[in-house]
């Protein structure tokens, strides 16, 4: 499935990369679970244990398609880079209407 379809679908899990002073300065999307990503690598197995499509995302991509890269070297099976937290929240509020 493609990032628009996973989205589509509403069955993901949200997973910001950023760091918590980012989400406290900047913002967040409701209901996303914060992991930074210096502890992507020591929370794999929690991230790799979820069960539905798994969309990461940061405050450009850049952080976020380095943990899809690390996790898919890991065993994740249905990882999406979600790119921007902004970006992403527009296209969720776009294609859901429910934040």
Known sequence: MSLSEVIK????????VR?????E???????AKNIPLGEVEDR???????EKPVILF??????????LEYLNSQGLKDGHNG?????????????Q???
């Open 25 to 31: 300065m900047d913002g967040n999307i409701e209901g």
């Open 58 to 67: 940061c405050r450009s991509g850049n952080r976020s398609g380095k943990a």
């Open 83 to 95: 790119g921007g937290w902004a970006e992403l929240k527009a296209n969720l509020e776009a294609n």
């Open 19 to 23: 760091e918590p002073m980012e989400l």
């Open 44 to 50: 794999k197995d929690e991230i790799l244990s979820i």
């Open 9 to 16: 679908s509403g069955n993901y899990e949200l997973i910001d």
């Open 97 to 99: 209407g429910t934040f």
